[in-house]
């Protein structure tokens, strides 16, 4: 039993401390380098993409091991078609609407074709990552597409100015921490969220206790809480002495709760982990597999167009290259987050560590200097530790767990017998 | 007397909780036929696997004395190096290679760089004259039907220098003349081979025409060896020796249950296989099912019970469906297993890991899972606090054995899997439940809980209708019993009335008349019935 549990505790959280400890050990390599505030402003800034893309990918990878290849075009497409709108000064707003139906119409030809007409969905994504891109291509003529449209890029996130505007700045004394200036704002905004979950936490927690079910120790959940509100304040506070809120940080936290609540508290969150479980016995419970596969192709989509804009914003263009490899880093955060290959298993919780420990070893390499295809080495070597050590540890628990089953099913017969 | 090949002697092999086989004793002479009969979950597969080094030396008590010496198998290449090959009952062949490659896969001819292919052709091609298979051995094996694809995995045996064949249930997926030609080739292997066979076989009458000796094992043990030259091996002998129990007080009674009208009732019911689509696997079949009351469905594997209660199930099976379904008076359509569910239908897989439980998922998810409407506010948003209550409730209603509802499913044993599955139908609160083989693979202690769950569905007034191909069980839960037999209804009963004889006699009525006419097997029970 005390094995089992040392094991469970390690799936459940090694990603997490193999994060931290990439985290510190990447301090010491870049001599603290990696933890200044501007690295952390920028490891939000230049990885949003993979958390807005992991995101919709888990939502595939979920149904079934299924993924989606073509994001990376997709983002190019929309990405060019949004930038040529701006281009031609019309309104940001409509490039913006016009960049997430793209995303949406994308989706919904996938959807299409993988749900209803079966076709395979990694031969499906793979016809759309070449064909968009070469629309893409088409609609840019081989050229870069410059956005200089300022309002758009401070609402999604690109030049200096991409913050959340400091409200309390003239309110009250000027305030510093160790001698640096820190964003008000930030630092509101950061004491409020920790303060509220401390709240949420234990609110939540008595009423359970009071509904009669089970809840986890009072020290653990103390220690738990204790160790997120350490990280929220540290967080913000790097993020309050350089320039406050990033936008496009706003704009992940926003995407990664309304999926976290929908994989999690509604009936299509459920139905993408039961399809993915055992598609055979969701469809003989009266779901309907196919608008489930539907749904979570045509959600990868318009989450590829917001992705796409979040992208030109950062990067204040659009072009030909745009986008490549991007879905690579989408379905490498899921699964080093945790989801299964075979479907049925991920959360929301696994694509933010997949994406953070992803980013913070590109940035922390890129620091260091470290060659960018010697990067790319390190980035798959990753990836199959990840995935290797969920393997091992299926097996250690299945092992325990087969010692486990015959005490219980002796005491079954035992019972069984006394009964009949 | 010849020589004897194979002697198993007092195995007894032990999963955890059950006692699979318990002191079983076989004895086969060189050159014989030998069947092993007994009811499903017998023990007879079991016995099988442990010869042929499924279940590795260790694992279970006694000796396996072969050839005269004692054999430690520890995997199954072991068995085959001395020439005892299984051929299973599911099919092993690739669909995409030819006869002569699957033949020789794993045992490729040629040398060990090199695949020696008109060898491997023509060795092919040698084995399947043999057992008198004209195709070339050039063929895919998609292309070719059961019937002689069961005929290349014996082949297949042969090229392997077999000198002990273990046939299980060779012929469950042949049809009458395939099934007699496969027997007729056993007999001609025994002729001019020596050739020596365990065939294991539900379908006594073939067992009757081929064997040399009958072992009957019941609840794991061997209960007696019939020698065709000295004692009466008619089906009904059989059958006396593998029921030969005393139904007992397994089952719990139902007490004033007040039978109402018919709640659902299937009318020329025709069902065609989904690949084979001249193959009917339901044929012209007519039942009933009321208020209250618990209809048994009895048949062997195969008999197209699964098909059945499939298909009703808004058609979740096979093609060309024709016929009638009437749910409480009124005709209905059912298209999908959504509208099935609507409609009041409930179908409880006897597939529990394939088709019923999302094993990665906890007890909670799956006890709500057929019925989410139940626990959302607009069938969207989960109430998971409803969720956990409805869970909860059913784990203590149904006595699961569970540290809590966030459980997976898949740690769980068969038993509390099975209720677990029973939990979901009966929280999607349906007025007709179809139960296929709820018991199967589940111990005593939470077969009889299973039954006493069967009983409060009829209490509270739910038809249940109870596929089984377990005999005892069916006439000891059931008020009336269908019986099905090759796609089709060959006798309906009351249970009061109901013998394990006279239900037996029912299937073999049929056959007994086919063979009749073939003029085969003229010492049939068939007057019987």
């Known amino acids: 039993m005390g094995a089992n549990k040392v094991i469970n505790f390690l799936r459940k959280y090694m990603m997490l401390i193999a994060t931290v400890l990439v985290v510190i050990g990447f301090y010491f390599i870049t001599n603290g380098q990696s933890l200044n505030p501007d690295s952390i402003d920028r490891l939000i800034s230049q990885n949003a993409y993979v958390f807005v893309l992991g995101t919709g990918m888990l939502l595939c990878i979920l149904t079934g091991g299924n993924i989606d290849l073509s994001v990376g075009s997709v983002v190019c497409l929309a990405g060019s078609v949004g930038a040529i709108i701006m281009d031609k000064n019309l309104p940001w707003p409509l490039a913006v609407a016009v960049m997430l139906v793209m995303g949406l119409l994308v989706g919904l030809w996938h959807g299409y074709w993988i749900a209803y007409v079966k076709v395979p969905p990694f031969i499906a994504t793979l016809v759309g990552m070449l064909a968009f891109r070469g629309l893409a291509n088409i609609f840019l003529k081989g050229k870069d597409v410059i956005v200089e449209n300022k309002d758009f890029m401070n609402v999604f996130g690109?030049?200096?100015?991409?913050?959340?505007?400091?409200?309390?700045?003239?309110?009250?004394?000027?305030?510093?921490?160790?001698?640096?200036?820190?964003?008000?704002?930030c630092v509101v905004f950061t004491v409020l969220l920790a303060l509220g979950l401390?709240?949420?936490?234990?609110?939540?927690?008595?009423?359970?206790?009071?509904?009669?079910?089970?809840?986890?120790?009072?020290?653990?959940?103390?220690?738990?809480?204790?160790?997120?509100?350490?990280?929220?304040?540290?967080?913000?506070?790097?993020?309050?002495?350089?320039?406050?809120?990033p936008t496009a940080f706003i704009w992940i936290a926003l995407i990664l709760a309304l999926f976290a609540y929908i994989t999690t508290k509604t009936t299509l969150g459920r139905n993408l982990y039961a399809v993915g479980g055992n598609e055979k016995a969701t469809r003989l419970s009266g779901i309907d597999t196919r608008k489930v596969m539907f749904s979570a192709y045509t959600l990868m989509g318009v989450l590829a167009g917001f992705a796409s804009i979040l992208v030109i914003a950062r990067g204040q263009k659009a072009g030909p290259t745009v986008g490549v490899g991007f879905e690579m880093d989408a379905i490498a955060a899921c699964f080093i987050g945790g989801a299964s290959a075979y479907g049925g298993t991920g959360s929301i919780g696994g694509v933010i560590i997949g994406a953070t420990l992803m980013g913070v070893i590109n940035q922390g390499m890129n620091i260091a200097a470290t060659p960018v295809n010697y990067q790319k080495v390190v980035k798959g070597i990753v990836l199959i530790f990840a995935v290797l050590f969920d393997i091992l540890m299926q097996m250690k628990r299945k092992g325990a767990k087969k010692k486990k089953k015959t005490a219980v099913e002796a005491v079954t017969t035992e019972e069984g017998g006394a009964k009949s | 007397m010849a020589k004897v090949l194979l002697e198993m002697k007092s195995i007894t092999k032990t999963f955890p909780g059950v006692k699979a086989l318990d002191n079983v004793n076989l004895k086969v002479e060189e050159g014989e036929i030998h069947a092993l009969v007994g009811e499903n979950g017998a023990g007879k597969s079991t016995l099988m696997n442990v010869l042929s080094g499924i279940y590795p030396f260790g694992t279970y008590e006694g000796d396996i004395v072969y050839d005269g010496e004692v054999c430690k198998f520890h995997k199954i290449k072991d068995s085959e190096k001395k020439g005892i090959v299984i051929i299973h009952q599911e099919l092993a062949l690739v669909p995409y290679l030819t006869i002569g490659e699957n033949m020789f896969l794993g045992n490729e001819q040629g040398s060990k760089w090199c695949i020696d292919w008109n060898k491997t052709y023509a060795e092919a091609d040698k084995y399947l004259e043999m057992v008198g298979l004209t195709d070339s051995s050039?063929?895919?094996?998609?292309?070719?039907?059961?019937?002689?694809?069961?005929?290349?995995?014996?082949?297949?045996?042969?090229?392997?220098?077999?000198?002990?064949?273990?046939?299980?249930?060779?012929?469950?997926?042949?049809?009458?003349?395939?099934?007699?030609?496969?027997?007729?080739?056993m007999k001609k292997l025994q002729r001019e081979q020596g050739m020596t066979m365990i065939i294991i076989s539900h379908k006594l009458n073939e067992v009757s025409y081929v064997a040399d000796k009958i072992t009957v094992v019941r609840d794991g043990s061997t209960i007696e060896t019939l020698d065709s030259k000295t004692d009466d091996i008619s089906e009904t002998r059989i059958i006396k020796g593998m029921v030969g129990r005393e139904i007992t007080d397994r089952f719990p009674k139902r007490h004033d249950v007040e039978i109402g009208d018919v709640m659902m009732e299937v009318k020329n019911w025709t069902v065609y296989h989904p690949e084979f689509s001249e193959r009917k696997v339901v044929d012209d079949v007519s039942i009933n099912v009321r208020a209250?009351?618990?209809?048994?469905?009895?048949?062997?594997?195969?008999?197209?019970?699964?098909?059945?209660?499939?298909?009703?199930?808004?058609?979740?099976?096979?093609?060309?469906?024709?016929?009638?379904?009437?749910?409480?008076?009124?005709?209905?359509?059912?298209?999908?297993?959504?509208?099935?569910?609507?409609?009041?239908?409930?179908?409880?897989?006897?597939?529990?890991?394939?088709?019923?439980?999302?094993?990665?998922?906890?007890?909670?998810?799956?006890?709500?899972?057929?019925?989410l409407e139940g626990v959302s506010t607009g069938g969207i948003f989960l109430d998971q606090d409803k969720e956990t209550e409805?869970?909860?409730?059913?784990?203590?209603?149904?006595?699961?054995?569970?540290?809590?509802?966030?459980?997976?499913?898949?740690?769980?044993?068969?038993?509390?899997?099975?209720?677990?599955?029973?939990?979901?139908?009966?929280?999607?609160?349906?007025?007709?439940?179809?139960?296929?083989?709820?018991?199967?693979?589940?111990?005593?202690?939470?077969?009889?809980?299973?039954?006493?769950?069967?009983?409060?569905?009829?209490?509270?007034?739910?038809?249940?209708?109870?596929?089984?191909?377990?005999?005892?069980?069916?006439?000891?839960?059931?008020?009336?019993?269908?019986?099905?037999?090759?796609?089709?209804?060959?006798?309906?009963?009351?249970?009061?009335?109901?013998?394990?004889?006279?239900?037996?006699?029912?299937?073999?009525?049929?056959?007994?008349?086919?063979?009749?006419?073939?003029?085969?097997?003229?010492?049939?029970?068939?007057?019987?019935?």
């Open chain 1, 158 to 185: 690109g030049s200096d100015t991409c913050y959340v505007p400091d409200f309390f700045r003239n309110v009250g004394p000027k305030l510093t921490f160790e001698g640096v200036a820190l964003n008000k704002t």
């Open chain 1, 198 to 245: 401390v709240i949420y936490t234990f609110v939540n927690r008595a009423r359970l206790v009071k509904n009669g079910y089970k809840v986890d120790n009072f020290l653990v959940v103390i220690i738990k809480t204790v160790l997120i509100v350490l990280v929220i304040l540290w967080f913000g506070y790097k993020l309050a002495s350089y320039r406050g809120i």
């Open chain 2, 138 to 185: 050039k063929t895919l094996i998609k292309d070719i039907g059961t019937g002689k694809q069961q005929l290349v995995e014996i082949a297949k045996a042969l090229a392997k220098n077999a000198r002990l064949l273990i046939l299980d249930e060779p012929t469950s997926s042949l049809n009458e003349t395939d099934s007699r030609a496969l027997l007729d080739l």
């Open chain 2, 292 to 371: 209250g009351e618990v209809v048994g469905i009895y048949g062997l594997m195969g008999a197209g019970r699964t098909e059945l209660a499939m298909s009703v199930f808004g058609r979740s099976y096979g093609i060309g469906i024709s016929g009638e379904l009437w749910l409480r008076g009124k005709p209905a359509v059912l298209k999908s297993p959504k509208q099935a569910i609507k409609a009041g239908l409930a179908y409880v897989t006897e597939d529990r890991k394939g088709n019923g439980l999302v094993l990665s998922n906890s007890i909670l998810r799956n006890t709500t899972l057929a019925n």
């Open chain 2, 390 to 529: 409805v869970a909860q409730e059913y784990v203590r209603k149904l006595r699961t054995k569970t540290p809590s509802v966030e459980q997976l499913v898949g740690n769980l044993s068969g038993g509390n899997q099975q209720k677990v599955l029973l939990a979901k139908w009966m929280f999607a609160n349906p007025d007709v439940l179809i139960l296929d083989e709820p018991t199967r693979g589940i111990d005593v202690g939470a077969k009889y809980e299973i039954y006493c769950i069967i009983n409060d569905l009829a209490k509270a007034g739910k038809s249940v209708i109870m596929i089984s191909s377990e005999l005892p069980e069916v006439i000891g839960m059931s008020d009336r019993i269908y019986i099905m037999n090759q796609a089709k209804i060959v006798g309906e009963m009351k249970a009061s009335e109901a013998t394990q004889e006279n239900i037996m006699a029912c299937i073999v009525g049929v056959r007994g008349e086919s063979e009749n006419a073939e003029a085969v097997n003229a010492e049939s029970v068939g007057s019987e019935a």
